[in-house]
C-alpha cells in the first residue's frame, strides 16, 4: 500500500475508509430539530439584506419562517420559485459572501443564521418527498434551444419549459450538470446530488437533453438558430488559460479542472492517483478545490500559490481557511517562473512579487517547491465564441437580461461577462434570459 | 449572603421557595429529594377523601413551547392525589418528623359540606404538618364533581369553607385561587371575611394547549378526544401577577398575607412576585421541567440580588405595591421618545416594520439601512424597544419639562397630570 510519503504519483495513500470519510458531506443535513433551531434565530428582517445579497433574490426570511411553521416544503417552494437548482445552491454556494455575509447576526455576533443549511434542509425535504412542485402551461409550440446543461442552461431551460416550451438542451460532455457535476470539490455535494437534481428538474416535462453535442463541434450557432425559435448559450468557459512558465508542459502538470472533473467522475477515490508534494497555482475556487481534494487523497504536502497579495484571492476567507485547516500551505505573491525536471516535474520555481501601484513587480528573490504534481488553476476562457457573436473581455457580451448582439440569441452563465462565476448567478442568468426569450415569443 | 429565612403566617422555612401542591409533591421519595436539594417547604399534593380518585392513564400534560423546544407552558389533567388517604398522612408525618426546618403545608379538597372537612382537619392536624392550603383552584375533574374551581368560583363557598376549617383546625388556612374568574378581589375578599389567614395564587389556568392537526382532538389526547387542563408555567406569570398585585393593593385584602405562583422559574421571578406583595412563593413547572437543582439558583440569585440592593428579604415584600395604579393616576406629562442607538443598531429594520406596519410611522428608514425616529410621529408607544433584538439599542428617553414635542406641538408640562383632571374627560374634576 502506497503512504502520503510514497514518492511520485499513486494512488491509495491512504486506507479506503480515511479517503470516504474525508470525502463525506461536509455539512450534514440538518435535522428537523436543528433546522427549527437554526431557523428560530432569523430576526425576520425588514428588506433583508440576505435577499439583497442573493443573486436569484431567494425570499430567505420567508423559507425560513415556513421551517419554523414546520412546513420544509413550503420552504421549498419559496426556494425554488426563484430558483430552481436551490438544492445545489444550498451546498456550493459562497453564503459567507453572499446571503450570511449580509445577515445582520453576521454583523452584530460574527454567527449569521445558517441559511445555506436551512435552504439545503427545505429543498431535500421536498426533494426527497418525490414529485416535482412544478407545472407546465399550455404548450406553445415553440422551441428552444439552449446550449450547455450546467446550471444556466438548466436554469433556463426549466423556465421555459414551465411556460410551456418545448426546450433542447444540448451538452458537450457525456453527463448534464456543468460544473455541478464535473467542477466543485466533491465533499459539497456526494452522493451523487448533481445527476439527483437533474433528474428531479427535468419531470417538469418538455426538456430533452442531448449529451455528446459540443456547439462548434457538432453543432453549429446557425443551424441552432435554422431550427429553434430562440437560442439559449450557457455553455461556460471551454479554454484553460496557461501558466506562460518554462516547463508547463512537462509530465505531471495538468489542469486543475481536468484533476477535479476527474475526480468527481471517479466512483472509488482510494484508486485516484494524486502526488507527494502537490502544487496548485491559482488564488480561486478552483485553486481550493484542487488543493484541499488533493491533501484528502493523502498528498504528504500540498500548497496553493498565488501570485498576488492575500487580499487579491479570489477565494473566500472562509475557503482559505478550510483549505488551512486541511493542510493545504497558502502562499501568496510568489508568481511561477519555471517548472524544473528530466521529463516528469521535479520542482516549481517561483519569484516572490509585491503589488505596487504600476500592477505586479517581481521583488527578484526566487524559492522552489518540490512537486511531483502541479495544477494550474489560473482562470478558464471562452473558448472562441460561436457564430459572429460580440465578445466583451474573452466573453460574450450581453445587455439585459441576457441577449446577445445576435437577435433571437440570448446567453447567460460563465460564458457571459458579468457576474460572479458562481452556480447561483448563472441559475439567476438562466432564469432571467428565459423570462425574456418567453416574452419576445409570446409578444 | 443575605438571609433568606422566611416566616410565613408563622410557619418557618430555611427560604421562602415552597414547592407548590402539584405532582412534585405528591409523595415521601419526592419532598426528601426536594428537602435534600434544598427547598424551603412543600405544600403536599392535594389529599381528599377516600376512596382515592384516579387518574388517566394516557398522557396528562400538554406543553407549549418556545425556541428549541424550552417549556413556556404545560397544562395538565392530572387529578388530586391517587393514592390512599392514610398512605399520604403516614408520609406526611415521617418526612415533617425528618425535616422539622422545613414547611410543610398540606393541600386539602373535600366535598362542599361540613362534616368532610370536620372529618380530615384532625388527621391532618395529627401529622404535625405547618398549615393547610384549600384547594379552589384545580379547573378539571374536580370541579365537575363540585369542588376545586366550582367552590372557588362562587366567593360565598369561598368564605363558608374558611370559616369551617378555621372553626376546626388550629393550624393556619391558606386558600388557593383560581385565575379562572373576572375579578380576583372578590374570591380573596371572601377568603378574608371566613377568616383565612393568606391566599396563594394563581392556580392553573383553564386551557387547551393545542390540538392535533390530523386526528383534530385538543392535546394531551386520549384516545381521540381531550379536555381542558390547568396551564401554568412562565406563560401564566403575568396574569399571576397581575392578580397578586390586584389582592396587595385592594383595600379590603391589602395586607392579607400572599402565598405568590404563576410560573416562577428563576429568582427573578421570584423577586417580582415578593415586589408586589407575596410573602413566599411556591414553584411546580421550573422544577418539573429541570428538576428539584434549580432551587441553588433561586436561592443564590435572590440572595445575591437583595445583596446588592442591601436589602431584607422582608424589605422586598410589597416594595413595588404603591407603585401599582390605576390607569387614570398615570401621569400624561411623562413624554417620552423613543431613541435609537445607531452604535449597537444591527439594522434588522424590525423596528421600521412594526412601526411603520402597525404604530404610527415614527420611524425612517434612511440610506445605508440608517433607521430614525421621527419625533413628530413618535407616541412612546415602546413597540419598536419591545421588538428590536438588541438589548438597550432602542431606549425611551423622557423629554424634560419645558420642552416642545414636536408630535403634539404643545411644551411639556412641569408636574404631574392625568386623566382625572384632563379637560376630555367629561368626569373631570376641576382643577384647584
Not at chain 1, 419559496?78 to 453572499?98: K, S, Y
Not at chain 1, 449569521?112 to 407545472?135: N, S
Not at chain 1, 482510494?270 to 484528502?296: E, N, Y
Not at chain 2, 379547573?139 to 376545586?148: D, F, I, L, T, V
Amino acid at each position: 500500500m502506497s503512504t502520503p510519503q510514497t514518492p511520485g504519483i499513486v494512488a491509495g495513500r491512504l486506507a479506503p475508509a480515511t479517503i470516504a470519510e474525508n470525502f463525506a458531506d461536509i455539512h450534514p443535513l440538518l435535522d428537523a430539530h436543528e433546522a427549527r433551531v437554526a431557523a428560530d434565530r432569523c430576526y425576520f428582517c425588514h428588506d433583508a439584506p440576505c435577499v439583497t445579497a442573493c443573486p436569484t433574490e431567494i425570499d430567505i426570511p420567508l423559507f425560513i419562517r415556513q421551517i419554523q411553521a414546520g412546513q420544509p416544503q413550503a420552504a421549498a417552494r419559496t426556494i425554488f420559485d426563484q430558483n430552481i437548482l436551490g438544492g445545489m445552491c444550498a451546498r456550493v454556494c459562497p453564503t459567507e459572501t453572499l446571503c450570511e455575509g449580509a445577515c445582520v447576526r453576521e454583523a452584530a455576533e460574527g454567527k449569521p443564521v445558517e441559511i445555506g443549511r436551512l435552504q439545503r434542509h427545505a429543498t431535500d425535504t421536498l426533494m426527497a418527498a418525490g414529485g416535482h412542485p412544478y407545472a407546465r402551461a399550455e404548450p406553445t409550440g415553440k422551441r428552444v434551444a439552449v446550449v450547455g446543461a450546467g446550471p444556466a442552461g438548466l436554469a433556463c431551460a426549466h423556465r421555459l419549459a414551465m411556460h410551456g416550451h418545448d426546450v433542447v438542451v444540448y451538452e458537450a460532455r457525456e453527463k448534464p450538470g456543468g460544473l455541478d457535476e464535473y467542477g466543485i470539490a466533491a465533499y459539497k455535494t456526494p452522493g451523487g446530488f448533481a445527476q439527483d437534481e437533474v433528474a428531479w428538474l427535468l419531470r417538469i416535462g418538455g426538456i430533452e437533453i442531448r449529451t455528446g453535442q459540443a456547439i462548434g463541434r457538432d453543432i453549429t450557432l446557425e443551424g441552432l438558430r435554422a431550427e429553434h425559435d430562440a437560442v439559449f448559450l450557457g455553455m461556460g468557459l471551454g479554454g484553460v488559460n496557461a501558466l506562460r512558465a518554462e516547463g508547463e508542459d512537462r509530465d505531471g502538470v495538468r489542469d486543475a479542472v481536468d484533476f477535479i472533473a476527474e475526480l468527481r467522475q471517479t466512483d472509488d477515490l482510494s484508486v485516484l492517483p494524486v502526488g507527494r508534494h502537490v502544487v496548485v497555482i491559482g488564488g480561486g475556487m478552483t485553486a481550493v478545490d484542487a488543493a484541499v481534494q488533493s491533501k484528502l487523497l493523502g498528498a504528504e504536502h500540498v500548497a496553493m500559490v498565488y501570485r498576488r497579495g492575500p487580499g487579491r484571492l479570489s477565494a473566500s476567507a472562509h475557503e482559505i481557511a478550510h483549505a488551512q485547516t486541511a493542510g493545504v500551505r497558502v502562499i501568496t505573491n510568489a508568481s511561477p517562473v519555471a517548472v524544473h525536471g528530466n521529463g516528469a516535474v521535479r520542482e516549481v520555481e517561483f519569484a516572490y512579487t509585491e503589488d505596487t501601484p504600476d500592477g505586479l513587480r517581481p521583488t527578484g528573490q526566487t524559492f522552489r517547491l518540490p512537486a511531483d504534481q502541479v495544477f494550474k488553476a489560473i482562470g478558464q476562457t471562452l473558448d472562441g465564441a460561436p457564430g459572429d457573436l460580440e465578445v466583451d473581455g474573452g466573453k460574450i457580451a450581453v445587455t439585459g437580461a441576457g441577449r446577445t448582439s445576435v437577435p433571437g440569441v440570448w446567453a447567460g452563465g460563465d460564458c457571459t461577462a458579468g457576474g460572479e462565476d458562481l452556480t447561483v448567478t448563472a441559475v439567476a442568468q438562466g432564469r432571467d434570459a428565459a423570462e425574456d426569450i418567453h416574452a419576445a415569443l409570446t409578444a | 449572603m443575605a438571609n433568606l429565612a422566611s416566616e410565613f403566617l408563622g410557619i418557618r422555612s430555611p427560604n421562602p421557595f415552597w414547592l407548590a401542591s402539584a405532582p412534585p409533591t405528591d409523595k415521601e421519595y419526592n419532598v426528601v429529594r426536594a428537602f435534600r436539594a434544598g427547598w424551603g417547604g412543600v405544600v403536599w399534593k392535594t389529599l381528599g377523601l377516600d376512596p382515592h380518585v384516579v387518574n388517566v392513564n394516557g398522557p396528562r400534560y400538554g406543553v407549549v413551547y418556545g425556541a428549541d423546544r424550552r417549556v413556556l407552558g404545560i397544562n395538565n389533567i392530572e387529578l388530586i392525589t391517587d393514592r390512599p388517604l392514610e398512605v399520604n398522612l403516614r408520609e406526611i408525618k415521617a418526612v415533617k418528623r425528618a425535616w422539622p426546618d422545613r414547611a410543610m403545608v398540606v393541600s386539602l379538597m373535600v366535598p362542599c359540606d361540613e362534616d368532610s372537612w370536620k372529618t380530615i382537619l384532625p388527621l391532618v392536624e395529627d401529622t404535625g404538618a405547618d398549615g393547610i392550603e384549600l384547594n379552589f383552584g384545580c379547573p378539571h375533574g374536580m370541579s365537575e364533581r363540585g369542588m376545586g374551581a366550582a367552590v372557588g368560583q362562587v366567593p360565598e363557598y369561598i368564605e363558608m369553607v374558611a370559616r369551617w376549617c378555621k372553626k376546626h383546625t388550629r393550624m393556619p388556612v391558606i386558600v388557593k385561587l383560581t385565575p379562572n374568574i373576572t375579578d380576583i378581589r372578590f374570591p380573596a375578599r371572601a377568603a378574608r371575611a371566613g377568616g383565612a389567614d393568606a391566599v396563594s395564587l394563581i392556580n392553573t389556568v383553564s386551557s387547551i394547549t393545542s390540538v392535533n392537526l390530523d386526528s383534530f382532538s385538543p392535546e394531551p389526547m386520549i384516545d381521540g378526544k381531550g379536555t381542558h387542563g390547568g396551564y401554568c408555567g412562565p406563560a401564566v406569570k403575568p396574569i399571576a401577577l397581575n392578580m397578586v398585585a390586584e389582592i396587595a393593593r385592594d383595600a379590603e385584602t391589602r395586607g392579607l398575607p400572599i402565598s405568590g405562583i404563576g410560573g416562577v422559574t428563576t429568582w427573578r421571578d421570584a423577586a417580582e412576585f415578593m415586589a408586589l406583595g407575596a410573602g413566599n412563593v411556591q414553584v411546580c413547572t421550573a422544577a418539573m421541567t429541570y428538576g428539584f437543582g434549580i432551587i441553588k439558583e433561586l436561592t443564590a440569585g435572590l440572595s445575591l440580588y437583595l445583596d446588592d440592593k442591601g436589602m431584607a428579604l422582608s424589605d422586598l415584600v410589597g416594595r413595588a405595591v404603591p407603585n401599582v395604579t390605576d390607569w387614570q393616576y398615570l401621569n400624561l406629562n411623562y413624554v417620552t421618545k423613543a431613541r435609537i442607538d445607531q452604535d449597537s443598531c444591527i439594522k434588522c429594520g424590525r423596528c421600521y416594520a412594526a412601526c411603520e406596519d402597525t404604530s404610527h410611522q415614527a420611524i425612517a428608514m434612511k440610506p445605508g439601512r440608517v433607521f430614525e425616529v421621527i419625533d413628530a410621529e413618535c407616541v412612546a408607544c415602546n413597540l419598536c424597544v419591545d421588538v428590536c433584538p438588541v438589548e438597550d439599542c432602542i431606549t425611551m428617553e423622557r423629554l424634560a419639562p419645558g420642552t416642545l414635542d414636536p408630535r403634539t406641538g404643545q411644551v411639556v408640562g412641569d408636574g404631574h397630570a392625568d386623566w382625572t383632571t384632563h379637560p376630555n374627560n367629561p368626569m373631570s374634576r376641576a382643577a384647584e
